[in-house]
């Protein structure tokens, strides 16, 4: 606008010819516009401060879940394992068992033949003693007649 003076207008930066009135008024305007910008700056603070609480409230329930998954992973793989090792154990006691049930088999089968041959041999030495015996005794007279052609 007009200064009061009838002299230049009263706008834009200070000037050493503007009237003290003029000087109060750009003074003025520049205070309001200095917090007018400072008023912008807070709210942009603010906004910013906001949205950095939402990023650490999203952040910590992130967190929160995933470490939670990870806690019931763990603990699953946890179970999982003392299952399986269980299995194994349970699978390694019967094969021990199968095992030791094989080789008792096999034990008792090696003697039972032992046994068998055993047997045999003293069949075999009392059927050889019984042909030195029978060999050595004289048979019932036979037919009456000529002696056939084997005979002595």
Do not use: Y
Request: net charge positive; aromatic share 2%; glycine share 10%.
């Amino acid at each position: 606008g007009e200064s009061l003076a009838g002299g230049p207008p009263c706008a834009g930066p200070v000037r050493h010819m503007d009237s003290a009135e003029c000087v109060a008024k750009k003074a003025m305007a520049q205070a309001m516009q200095a917090e007018h910008d400072a008023q912008a700056v807070d709210e942009g603070i603010g906004r910013h401060s906001k949205d950095n609480t939402k990023f650490d409230r999203w952040e910590d329930k992130t967190h929160s879940a995933l470490s939670s998954e990870m806690h019931d992973g763990f603990s699953q793989l946890k179970k999982m394992l003392r299952r399986n090792g269980r299995r194994v154990n349970s699978q390694d006691r019967q094969i021990m068992v199968g095992d030791a049930t094989a080789v008792d088999k096999a034990s008792k089968f090696a003697m039972r033949e032992a046994k068998d041959m055993a047997q045999v041999s003293q069949r075999i030495s009392r059927m050889e003693q019984q042909a030195k015996i029978i060999s050595m005794m004289k048979g019932p007279a036979g037919p009456a007649g000529p002696r056939g052609p084997r005979g002595q």
